[in-house]
């Protein structure tokens, strides 16, 4: 019987209009594979492909990703850990649907794995048991894009405040959601500016305020004063019930409880919600998050399924089973103790790579309680993609993970000095002042002398 009928004719560009393929700014990436590779990759037969061949492509795939790992310096993800002992559990699909503590009427799910994880970082947070709400979401984006809709539904005409270092999702949420958004400038560490803050609050006093708050911004590692921004909203005349703030701790959320003397995140301040990624610090290999929030806020986001047996009040439908349990295995198999070493070794590192810029003449700084090293950015594309450096503007970061060792930080920074003689050749380079993004002590260009403070 001809197969036609069901073989789709179309290629998946072809489904996208022309307009929105030529304005992309970005052209697609070529992967410099083998063409047996490319072949492989291809899906093209109508018949069904041997297991054998597929393992070889898996297997070569894996050696490139191996190759990656060894120099994957610029994007938060923790890649040292190992799952073995969870392996059975890719024999089973697991679907969290539904609200993690009502669990639903799909029996092969996770939610009292979910629940456990909740409880922990309730505990991290400060917020009793019978009175929080959260559950495992898909990253730091799904919980930004939950916490902000609760800020919202509990003041559907607040103005949404956010620095203007603020993660690209907090905009996009911005424009999802049609709120209206003000941008608020930033200090050099990336924190955000209260006395801008404070200007946008007094002029925009009739309408309630959702505040999206850096634990960390992707960039620079900056944090925002929690108690600097409750001050000025108090100083502003918002009181409690006009105000809503959102934390968005994608990295740092789970970095700054374990370090000593950095500000505290927590319920027993006025905030409404607290986000982070679960594949940042932690250490997963699918992407993941949590969402933390006030019990008394979910009523008004909750609506009863019948056909889940459950409460939907998530921003997905089916959900991630799998992730809550390597998180709940991370979480047990490191303790607080294993946390907190992590933590330190993660800032120790830190230290080390910005000296040793430093000592070579190259301007880099590094906030307090950070492991994200921000220097200028790399002349050569190539360099940037070889060290997976993440860049923005005139700068790049390196973000000191777990996987990042000595090691890695040595050769890195031989090769960025051999490559520098090389653009150094290029006077416009030379005279590239980042001064503004890292502060003149930092900066290190031709008219700035990188200023010691150890
Ligand atoms: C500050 C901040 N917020 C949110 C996110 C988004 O997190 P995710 O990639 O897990 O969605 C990031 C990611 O880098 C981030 O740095």
Redesign the pocket.
Known sequence: MAMDFIIPRTHATELLSSKVVSNANFSRKEENLPIDIKENLAITKCSGETQANLASVITHYVETLNQYSLRNLG??TNQNFNYDTLASLLHFHLNNAGDPFLGSSFSLNSTRFEVCVLDWFANLWEIEKNKYWGYVT???????LHGILVGREQLPDGILYTSQD??Y??FKIARMYRMQCMKVSTLVSGEINCVDLKALLLAHKDKPAIINL?????MKGGVDDLDLVIQTLQECGFTRDRFYIHC????FGMMLPFVEQAPRITFEKPIGSV?I?G??FLGCPI?C?IVITRLRYINALSRDVEYIGSRDVTITGSRCGHAPIFLWYAIKRKGLIGLQNEVRKCIMNAHYLQSRLRNAGIGAMLNRFSSTVVFKRPLDEEFTRRWNLACKGNIAHVVVMQHVTIEMLDSFVAEFLQKRSIWFEDEQFQHVCIAKDIGSGNCGCSMHTIQCHD
Request: charged share 10%.
């Open positions: 994007y938060p898909t990253g730091g984006t799904e919980g930004n603020s993660h999702s907090i850096n634990i960390g911004t992707t968005d701790g994608a990295l986000a990624s594949h940042k992407p998050g």
